[in-house]
């Protein structure tokens, strides 16, 4: 009988889990940039209003909507971002078009932080604050669809979800940083420090943070591994996709993830300046209610990812687009109540930050799973990027100038409850066992 041979010390998988690890930090870390800075953004939005887009005498609420349209043009260029920086990735490689985009995504938000205000430059200071923030949307464009394309093709078998739900869970622990940074200065700073140059201390300390992420992405390998040869079995279907087949399940992506956009800019990032400037609420107790919605958005995500591995993407973020679009009005209802308990108002906007995620732990490996490896980068970036530029970078212009002509307190909760309501059919058009599928 033969003697079998002995086997490396290191088995294949255990170099594939390596790298899946790697490529899981790597992707992750420039999305918590991503994150972190569009987030503060959204907590500073009234003290960039005063700074930026009130003159002496104007309407702080006039300033403040032009704060937000600052805000959701930058999520227009997303789209374009996404399909340059995706077809960039799609042809020459994540890697390069990973490393190009963590280092105009950090550039361009420090640059925010060493900005003159109005009342330095006058009317030249809120279009230099918008060109940054074009260069930021651009490079937020690119960053999703790489860095998921790169995380869900080196997931390993059946964690796909799991790998996938990093990306949306590096979004909440952006936004928890973000929210924490500004809490921390609004509790040490007089309210004219904060306003004089306490602002600009969370844009700046992105530089450090994208140098680290710019550390990684280049220790990336140049040529991922393919998702296909570790996957088992091939998926089925045609090897190429027509144009017109890869802009029909663009659109259909965009109506899955809709609510997942509106409802989580709503509840996770406008809510500081609905609760300031409709309810009169402090600038600390606001920033401590996103806290804790934000709580709840990170608890949810990882466990809905991995669940979603188990009983199917489906399942999981139509249960979260119903939950959200059935609970959104009595949630804020509850936080409007002037008598209401706070531990109440607390616990509704955890359970609103988790409702959210449930549609963004399984989110990006849906969304992986709808395209082809040669134009994943591209078709994925392109559904996500363009369901944010409408559904999320409207949100707080949106909600802040209906409230102000209608005066109904209620329009945050009619906006993420429909958008939801929408996603929820979307999402029934998903298969049952896409998640047993391999990677196209």
């Not at 300033?63 to 997303?78: C, T």
């Not at 640059?111 to 003159?116: A, C, N, W």
């Not at 959200?324 to 607390?346: E, S």
């Amino acid at each position: 009988m033969t003697t079998p041979v002995p086997g490396p010390v290191r088995p294949p998988a255990t170099v594939r889990s390596d790298g899946a690890r790697r490529a899981l930090v790597a992707g992750s870390v420039g999305n918590f940039i991503e994150w972190y800075e569009f987030g503060i953004y959204g907590y500073f939005a009234t003290v960039i209003a005063a700074q930026f887009f009130t003159p002496a005498g104007g309407s702080e609420v006039e300033g403040l909507v032009k704060a937000y349209a600052s805000f959701a043009l930058a999520f227009f260029f997303r789209p374009v971002g996404a399909a340059v920086f995706g077809r960039f990735g799609d042809r020459v490689g994540r890697r390069p078009a990973l490393v190009l985009v963590v280092c105009l995504m950090t550039g361009a938000t420090a640059m925010i932080g060493l900005l003159p205000t109005y009342a330095s430059i006058g009317a030249a200071a809120p279009w230099l604050l918008t060109l940054l923030r074009i260069l930021q949307g651009l490079s937020a464009g690119g960053e999703f669809g790489g860095a998921v394309a790169v995380m869900t093709e080196c997931a390993p078998p059946g964690r796909r979800g799991l790998y996938g739900a990093w990306q949306s869970f590096t979004v909440a622990l952006g936004l928890l940083a973000g929210a924490t940074v500004a809490v921390a200065l609004a509790s040490v700073l007089t309210a004219s420090q904060l306003h004089g140059w306490g602002w600009r201390v969370p844009f700046l300390l992105t530089l450090p943070l994208g140098l680290l992420a710019l550390r990684l992405r280049l220790r990336l390998p140049a040529e991922e591994p393919s998702a296909r040869a570790r996957s088992g079995r091939p998926a089925p279907g045609p090897p190429r996709r027509r144009p017109r087949e890869t802009v029909r399940a663009v659109v259909l992506g965009v109506g899955r993830v809709m609510g997942w956009s509106a409802a989580g800019y709503t509840f996770l990032v406008v809510l500081p300046s609905y609760l300031q400037s409709t309810l009169g609420t402090s600038f600390q107790r606001a920033l401590l209610g996103t806290v804790l919605a934000n709580l709840g958005f990170a608890a949810s995500i990882l466990p809905a990812g991995r669940l979603s591995d188990r009983i199917g993407r489906r399942t999981v973020m139509v249960a979260g687009a119903l939950l959200t679009a059935v609970l959104a009005l009595p949630l804020l209802h509850l936080v409007q109540d002037p008598d209401g308990p706070a531990y109440a108002k607390g616990a509704a906007l955890f359970a609103a930050g988790a409702g959210v995620g449930l549609m963004a732990g399984p989110g990006p490996a849906m969304l992986a799973e709808m395209f082809p490896a040669r134009v994943r980068c591209t078709g994925l970036g392109l559904a996500y990027a363009l369901s944010n530029a409408v559904f999320s970078g409207c949100a707080g212009l949106i909600i802040t100038e209906v409230v102000e002509r209608t005066g109904n307190v209620d329009v945050p909760g009619y906006y993420a409850a429909t958008t939801c309501a929408v996603s929820a059919v979307a999402l029934l058009t998903l298969r049952g066992d896409d998640h047993e599928r391999a990677l196209r």
